[in-house]
């Protein structure tokens, strides 16, 4: 039976709760942290990471796009951000191409497409599967696994309210 702490779903009503979920989830990563993003396109993958981005301090400058074609991009900040888009390779072209450096890296690698990681998923990661309810709103789940389970006790983000 899972452990109900390592478990949450949440509903992020409008743009300004995804943008305080993504924010407060840079806030809290640390080096070495990776959180996989799953979800249909265009449902905000990259938006969430944009939000992430802030809460890592990642300067305005360094505005963060969807790196589908590039399939990888890193951004300064508190600690790196290695924004992955994993859904044009197979595994063995993500080992390949060396992307389990950048898993395993000085930051937080943050993954789209994470089921094309197969068996070198990282067993230590905050998973997020994101879903759309309305043009405005998402249901998000969220699973902690391994060292990440620790971190499952700080959700939800205390309100700024």
């Known amino acids: 039976m899972p452990d109900p702490q390592s478990t949450q779903t949440i509903v992020l009503a409008n743009l300004e709760e995804t943008a305080?979920?993504?924010e407060w989830l840079g806030s809290i990563a640390v080096e070495g942290d990776i959180f996989t993003l799953a979800g249909e396109l265009g449902v905000g993958?990259?938006?969430?990471?944009?939000?992430?981005?802030?809460?890592?301090?990642?300067?305005?400058?360094?505005?963060i796009t969807s790196p589908t074609f590039s399939l990888l991009h890193e951004y300064p900040g508190r600690?790196?951000?290695y924004h992955m888009d994993l859904y044009r390779l197979s595994c063995d072209e993500i080992i390949e191409l060396g992307f389990e450096d950048y898993l395993y890296g000085?930051?937080?690698?943050?993954?789209?497409?994470?089921?094309?990681?197969?068996?070198?998923?990282?067993?230590?990661?905050?998973?997020?599967?994101?879903?759309m309810t309305?043009?405005?709103?998402?249901?998000?789940?969220?699973?902690?696994?391994?060292?990440?389970?620790?971190?499952?006790?700080?959700?939800?983000?205390?309100?700024?309210?």
Do not use: N
Not at 111 to 117: A, G, K, Q, T, Y
Not at 141 to 150: A, E, F, V, Y
């Open 45 to 63: 993958k990259t938006t969430l990471t944009q939000s992430i981005g802030l809460g890592l301090k990642v300067p305005a400058a360094c505005y």
């Open 20 to 22: 305080r979920f993504g």
């Open 79 to 81: 600690i790196p951000l």
């Open 134 to 161: 309305s043009e405005t709103s998402r249901t998000a789940h969220l699973s902690w696994h391994g060292r990440m389970r620790t971190r499952s006790k700080d959700f939800p983000p205390k309100s700024s309210a």
């Open 106 to 131: 000085e930051g937080l690698s943050v993954v789209e497409w994470p089921d094309r990681l197969e068996e070198i998923m990282p067993h230590d990661r905050l998973q997020i599967e994101i879903s």
